[in-house]
C-alpha cells in the first residue's frame, strides 16, 4: 500500500512564509505527479501547483509566490509558499500519481491534509 504524509503546516502572519513537504512511502515503483491542492471553508479543493515529466503548472492565485519542488530520490514533494495572503488560508492535500509494484496503471493517492492559517 501506498502512503502520503504531509508536514510543515501551521499558522503565519500574513506576507510571512511556510514550507509544506509530503513524502510518499509503500509499494512505490515509480511516480508520475507530485502535487498540492487545498480546500478551504465552504470551497470545493483547488489545485495549487503540480508537478510531473511534462512540468510544472500552478494555479493563478499562487504564481510567483509558490513554488513547488521534487526530491525523486525520496519521493518527496515541497511546496514553498511566500509572502503568505489570508486568503490562503486552508487545509493543504498532497496528491501523487503513482505507480505501485502490483499495479500498472498510475493511481492517485491523497495525504491527509496540513492546516495553514494565515493571520491579518
Known amino acids: 500500500q501506498v502512503q502520503l504524509v504531509e508536514s510543515g503546516g501551521g499558522l503565519v502572519q500574513a506576507g510571512g512564509s511556510l514550507r509544506l513537504a509530503c513524502v510518499a512511502s509503500g509499494s512505490i515503483f515509480g511516480i508520475n505527479a507530485m502535487g498540492w491542492y487545498r480546500q478551504a471553508p465552504g470551497n470545493s479543493r483547488e489545485l495549487v501547483a503540480m508537478?510531473?515529466?511534462?512540468?510544472?503548472n500552478y494555479a493563478d492565485s499562487v504564481k510567483g509566490r509558490f513554488t513547488i519542488s521534487r526530491d525523486n530520490a525520496k519521493n518527496t514533494v515541497y511546496l514553498q509558499m511566500n509572502s503568505l495572503k489570508p486568503e490562503d488560508t486552508a487545509v493543504y492535500y498532497c496528491?501523487?500519481?503513482?505507480?505501485?509494484?502490483?499495479?500498472?496503471?498510475?493511481?492517485?493517492?491523497w495525504g491527509q491534509g496540513t492546516q495553514v492559517t494565515v493571520a491579518t
Open positions: 508537478s510531473s515529466s511534462g512540468g510544472t
Open positions: 496528491n501523487a500519481f503513482i505507480i505501485t509494484t502490483t499495479a500498472r496503471l498510475p493511481t492517485s493517492y
